[in-house]
């Protein structure tokens, strides 16, 4: 092949080499191919360079910068291709772990340059060179050295410090990787590894239902999820858009952040272009779904647009999917018409996990990474990790890191040096005690009153919570319970049946128990 290789046939340079077809999302791309009509296996040094430059510069424009730097640049060259399979090779086993979080980026790139995916492989070979040094350095970008660290010499015996710099390394990749880009759809975030908790149901509920049915034909035509950040709102965007690619190929889906979209829009104004930008969004959608549609408040020009867009897919009976980190009357900055049609649809919120959900997600993220921890580990963690899900499993990486890099197992004192989890919950002391002034705090019902005989239905209520919540969390006896609210044991198995029986239709009372528990 080499003197007549078709650079031309796969280079992406302007239009003249991509066509744009009917559908915005599909691109047309020329292959390499041999006599056979199959891509050729064989391909020179030369060829795969260039390949290999292609991809790169195609891989910095969608990896954080670095990121790129410091795993890519230098330490990561084609290697060869086959028929179905596309061989990359790094510098290191630490590379090439964290290569494999950007695997998606990878083949977007492959798939723009080449016109297909391939399987990907990535294997370590040391001697990988740049134009000017031995590339094994660069892993030393992850920690700043001073000057009395620096020496002439290649040390291979790596000290405990760096090696805990590459734990912390992992942790910062898994937070930043929470961030969506608004560009790809994340195929490994789906309804199958989402935890479902009291906390988050009917927002899964919606999800599920809304890649059954899509658009006007379904019960949410307009769904809006609000939560803080690293609750899961979008890893529900992305599993609903890959359960509608599973039941409706053929619709056309745009994921995108807020701020992705301002910026399409800006880039548009600029190369005169709106007209294009307004007919794709408006005639060429059929599931549009809009990550952190807050960040859109103040931008007057940005909304204009968004209205019109909003109206003409809604009216069209096309899917429309945002979220926030507010409802919409709490987005200060955001016009009133605005504010209306995204409250059009099912506005729905997502709490903070509880205990057994913290728990559950522990146990299939320690799974996912392959790591052994025991239940007083998984209790330690789900009992001071609180606020985050993307936090809980931030832990769990670290941890799996830990282990991979130090070479050791995990026990509850690793735990918590790692971690930096000095105080075990049940220190906080729990008790019959605590459990029932929370609850009465919470529905502002005097205590005498909630451990009376009264029957008032708010007061009957509340003591139902706080007799459930004492099961719940310190798992006292229904005798002990009773004893407590002066009742038998029969009276707390109602309650607790009572509670259990509402949990799965009553949204507002998870989010009671949530924020209750949360409290102690």
Same mark, same amino acid.
């Given at each position: 092949? +080499? ?92 590379? *090439? ?24 492989? /990535? ?5 990988? +060179? ?16 001073? @000057? ?15 090696? %805990? ?12 990787? $929470? ?26 509920? @919606? @999800? ?9 034909? $379904?019960?949410?035509?307009? %769904? ?18 890959? $359960? ?101 649809? %099912? ?6 996990? =509880?205990?057994?959900? #913290?728990?559950?997600?522990?146990? #299939? ?10 239940? =007083?580990? /998984? ?36 735990? *918590? ?5 000095? +105080? ?32 008032? *239905? ?12 004492? #099961?719940?969390?310190?798992?006292? !006896? ?19 049946? #009572?509670? !259990? ?20």
């Amino acid at each position: 092949m +080499q003197g007549n290789f078709p650079f031309e046939q796969f280079l992406i340079n302007n239009s003249n080499n991509l066509k744009e077809s009917q559908d915005h999302t599909q691109k047309q791309v020329t292959t390499i191919e041999n006599s056979s009509g199959t891509l050729s296996s064989t391909f020179s040094p030369q060829e795969l360079k260039f390949m290999n430059d292609e991809i790169l510069n195609q891989l910095k424009s969608n990896v954080n910068p670095q990121k790129y730097e410091a795993f890519f640049s230098h330490t990561f060259k084609l290697a060869q291709i086959s028929d179905n399979k596309a061989t990359f090779a790094v510098t290191t086993n630490f590379i *090439k772990s964290m290569i494999e979080t950007h695997l998606n980026e990878i083949d977007h790139s492959i798939k723009s340059i080449l016109g297909r995916s391939y399987l990907i492989e /990535i294997t370590i070979d040391s001697t990988i +060179q740049n134009d000017n040094n031995d590339s094994q350095l660069i892993e030393n970008t992850i920690k700043p050295q001073s @000057a009395k660290e620096v020496s002439f010499s290649l040390n291979l015996d790596q000290n405990k410090e760096d090696m %805990l710099s590459k734990v912390n390394a992992e942790y910062i990749n898994h937070i930043d990787n $929470g961030m969506s880009n608004g560009i790809l759809i994340d195929i490994n975030k789906t309804f199958q590894n989402f935890i479902i908790g009291p906390s988050n149901n009917l927002a899964h509920a @919606a @999800a599920v239902a809304i890649t059954k049915n899509p658009g006007k034909a $379904g019960k949410y035509p307009s %769904l809006y999820m609000h939560s803080n950040s690293g609750l899961g709102k979008t890893h529900l965007l992305h599993a609903i858009a890959n $359960g509608i690619n599973e039941n409706y190929p053929h619709y056309v889906i745009c994921l995108i952040t807020a701020r992705d979209f301002m910026k399409e829009m800006i880039e548009a104004m600029k190369e005169n272009k709106i007209h294009e930008f307004r007919d794709k969004y408006s005639n060429k959608l059929d599931i549009l779904m809009i990550d952190d549609i807050h960040e859109i408040k103040g931008k007057e020009g940005t909304q204009r647009e968004f209205f019109h867009i909003f109206n003409e897919l809604y009216h069209k009976g096309k899917q429309l999917i945002f979220t926030s980190d507010k409802t919409p009357q709490e987005i200060n900055g955001l016009e009133d018409r605005i504010k209306t049609r995204l409250q059009w649809g %099912l506005v729905v919120d997502i709490q903070k996990p =509880d205990i057994e959900t #913290r728990v559950a997600i522990i146990k #299939r993220k320690a799974d996912e990474l392959d790591l052994y921890i025991s239940d =007083d580990i /998984i209790n330690l963690i789900a009992l001071n990790i609180k606020n985050s899900i993307r936090e809980l499993e931030g832990a769990l990486i670290s941890l799996a890191a830990y282990a991979d890099i130090m070479k050791v197992d995990i026990d509850l004192e690793t735990v *918590k040096n790692v971690l930096s989890l000095n +105080q075990l919950e049940e220190d906080k002391n729990i008790t019959l005690e605590t459990i029932a002034k929370a609850t009465s705090q919470y529905f502002k019902i005097p205590l005498p009153d909630l451990k009376s005989k009264a029957r008032k *239905k708010e007061i009957a209520n509340a003591r139902f919570v706080a007799m459930y919540l004492s #099961r719940k969390l310190i798992n006292a !006896t229904h005798e002990e319970i009773g004893r407590f609210y002066s009742r038998d044991h029969s009276s707390v198995v109602h309650a607790e049946q #009572r509670i !259990t029986e509402r949990l799965e239709n009553d949204s507002q009372l998870s989010r009671h128990l949530i924020t209750i528990e949360n409290s102690l």
